[in-house]
């Protein structure tokens, strides 16, 4: 489990150095996402390799973010993405995780907060 | 073991004093607020040029509007009792931390400009000008204080600590120093409803969600209602409750129970939201503007009652301070207590064996349960003094069949803080998180090494978030923290196949509206 601040971003990286993290290492913008970016970030954070049910579950994320303006409940996104309730957290090792490979902006200081 | 970059205190078998080391936690401060949420809230967006004379007419504002500030103020005889009371002086060991340390901070800027020997021999008691490094001390050691209140039962002259980290936290405010964690959320409030920014349709959309699961799960169409008028009850919970686990498996804990309880109930997208973290900023107009949105709401649905769901600052507003902030609430069915707890609903069916319960669903835990503070300290329960104790431990006990208590220093009103009350749940602030739950977690080590304690079981966002985050440091696991309507969702057997109406939906609405009666009496 990761501490505090976001997780440390490798500028080294080409893909990576072209885009904007905030200071919580979430994307800024998540219109700039693609599947090489989530496969760069993902590796950066140590999950993977990638899966269909990987995939599944960022696709189902960005749906919901894109429907409410939000972050949503994690059971509801793996029920869209027809997977087991906890499969944020184990396919992922917690949702904002699954949150910044995903690509979407800092949902805000509570919703952080009660991201695991 | 979660990794951090500071050290987490070992867990020993008794709770020691530790010796102090001076200044240990000075570098520890919340981000500040952006002028744009200091001025949603009605501060000033930065710090003011003429803040010192600012703050002192603040401070003294606040002195002539509340008596009791004043009284503690002046009345600390500095004896001692609170000094090692408190888990953040006993997690962290910074002598500022204890309690009467921590208000001297701003009562000797007090003494220095509103008593007489302050005045004119500073020196001789301690009196202080009030300059940049004190206000920035203020900022630092007001923000490692949950106001969980455990100090002033030790103190001799009932001195309310919280009520010292409240208006300090309130003076730097009305300079323009806020906190990002609670004025970004009270500004959420404001603008989309509550605390996470969760719009209407986000909510509708995780309701329905909720529905498909617990029909999945029992086969029994349990609705988790929004902004559905003519209803008996509006429920107002925390928006954790709607977000992350273990919260929401107690929200489908209370739609459960309102199901076999027979009664109708909704939620409201306009106060969806129990929280008021205009308590934690000490700020009453914040307060007050946050818990209109209740009275509003349950005007526009026409509801009869008010439950309030798992949340302890929450529950500390609603039964303390609700009718004076958004009251009369004389609209309401005087038969109920305004507001109710939901421990205090699911305990009344309990008592009319109203509630078909199968304990066995949970013996693959054995329970333990954590007083939040505000309950504990600052509330009651049911019409019994202590019932904010005995309650929900009836409940727990009515669902599970191994239940233990840890040690009774630390619970009941002597209960230790999770460490991340008091508007203090953010990641900017994980040292004093973690080293400030090592009272709790040593008490909880204690019962899982000798009692066989998998779980512990909590009413209070707050706590539950703070322990999901927290336990791993203690090298335990996240999971073993849990709602008590998560135990009394695992246990209910739902006998009621169809879905209680509404009275005025249907023919005969009164007779519906007895029914729901005879259920609960």
Redesign the interface.
């Known amino acids: 489990?990761?501490?505090?601040?976001g997780p440390a971003i490798d500028h080294r990286q080409p893909v990576i150095k072209a885009l904007d993290f905030d200071e919580h290492g979430f994307l800024r913008d998540p219109k700039k996402w693609s599947r090489n970016i989530a496969k760069r970030i993902a590796e950066m954070d140590d999950v993977g390799p990638m899966t269909p049910d990987h995939w599944a579950i960022l696709y189902s994320l960005r749906e919901?973010y894109f429907?409410?303006?939000?972050?949503?409940?994690?059971?509801?996104v793996c029920?869209t993405a027809h997977l087991p309730?906890y499969a944020v957290h184990s396919l992922f090792g917690g949702?904002r995780r699954a949150w910044r490979v995903a690509g979407l902006p800092n949902?805000?200081?509570?919703?952080?907060?009660?991201?695991? | 073991m979660?990794?951090?970059?500071f050290e987490v205190p070992e867990l020993k078998e008794y709770i020691e004093v530790p010796e102090i080391v001076e200044g240990t936690m000075a570098h520890s401060k919340p981000f500040y607020a952006a002028p744009q949420h200091n001025t949603d809230l009605g501060f000033p967006g930065e710090l003011v040029d003429n803040w010192q004379e600012k703050a002192l007419e603040k401070m003294d504002d606040l002195r002539k509007r509340y008596r009791s500030f004043q009284v503690y103020l002046d009345s600390c005889v500095k004896c001692g009792a609170c000094t090692d009371k408190c888990h953040y002086f006993l997690g962290t060991s910074d002598p500022k931390n204890m309690p009467v340390a921590r208000q001297d901070l701003l009562r000797k800027v007090y003494r220095r400009y509103f008593t007489l020997p302050g005045k004119y021999f500073p020196n001789l008691v301690g009196a202080v000008d009030l300059t940049k490094d004190v206000l920035d001390e203020w900022y630092s050691y007001y923000h490692q204080c949950s106001q969980c209140r455990r100090c002033s039962v030790f103190c001799p002259y009932g001195i309310d600590t919280a009520e010292i980290s409240m208006a300090a936290r309130e003076i730097m405010d009305s300079v323009g120093v806020g906190q990002?964690?609670c004025n970004?959320?009270i500004a959420?409030v404001f603008k989309i409803g509550n605390?996470?920014?969760?719009?209407g349709?986000?909510l509708a959309?995780?309701l329905e969600?909720l529905e498909?699961?617990v029909f999945d799960d029992t086969g029994v169409a349990v609705k988790y209602p929004l902004d559905k008028k003519g209803v008996d009850i509006l429920l107002i919970t925390p928006?954790?409750d709607?977000?992350?686990?273990p919260?929401?498996d107690g929200l489908i804990g209370y739609g459960k129970v309102f199901h076999e309880a027979g009664v109708s109930w909704t939620l409201s997208s306009k106060a969806s939201e129990a929280a008021n973290f205009g308590m934690f900023i000490g700020s009453y107009e914040n307060m007050r503007r946050v818990s209109l949105r209740i009275r509003e709401a349950a005007l526009e649905l026409g509801v009869k009652r008010i439950v309030f769901g798992e949340c302890g600052h929450a529950w500390r507003v609603a039964y303390s301070f609700l009718n004076t902030l958004a009251g009369p609430f004389d609209f309401l069915d005087p038969n109920y207590p305004v507001p109710q707890h939901i421990c205090e609903f699911t305990y009344d069916l309990l008592q009319k064996n109203a509630l078909t319960l199968d304990k066995s669903e949970n013996d693959d835990m054995t329970l333990t349960f954590h007083d939040s503070c505000n309950v504990a300290r600052a509330t009651r329960m049911g019409d019994k003094p202590g019932g904010q104790f005995e309650i929900p431990r009836a409940v727990i006990k009515a669902v599970c069949n191994n239940y233990v208590d840890m040690h009774h220093e630390t619970i009941g009103e002597k209960t230790f803080c999770c460490g991340g009350g008091g508007g203090l749940?953010?990641?900017?602030l994980?040292e004093v998180r973690v080293k400030g739950a090592m009272p709790r977690m040593t008490a909880l080590n204690n019962v899982i090494q000798d009692e066989g304690v998998t779980h512990m079981a909590a009413i209070c966002a707050i706590c539950k978030?703070q322990f999901?985050?927290v336990l791993?440091y203690y090298g335990m696991d996240?999971d073993q923290i849990v709602s008590v309507h998560q135990l009394v969702s695992n246990a209910i057997q739902l006998t009621r196949k169809t879905e209680p109406e509404t009275p005025g939906e249907v023919e005969g609405a009164e007779a519906a509206s007895e029914t729901d009666t005879d259920a609960e009496e």
Request: hydrophobic share 35%; with cysteine.
């Open positions: 489990m990761s501490v505090a601040a919901h429907a409410n303006n939000t972050a949503p409940l994690m059971a509801s029920r309730k949702c949902p805000g200081e509570e919703a952080t907060t009660y991201m695991t | 979660a990794k951090a970059d990002k964690y970004e959320i959420k605390n996470l920014g969760l719009p349709p986000a959309d995780t969600g498909e699961d928006s954790a709607f977000f992350a686990e919260h929401v749940l953010t990641d900017d994980m978030s999901t985050k791993p996240m």
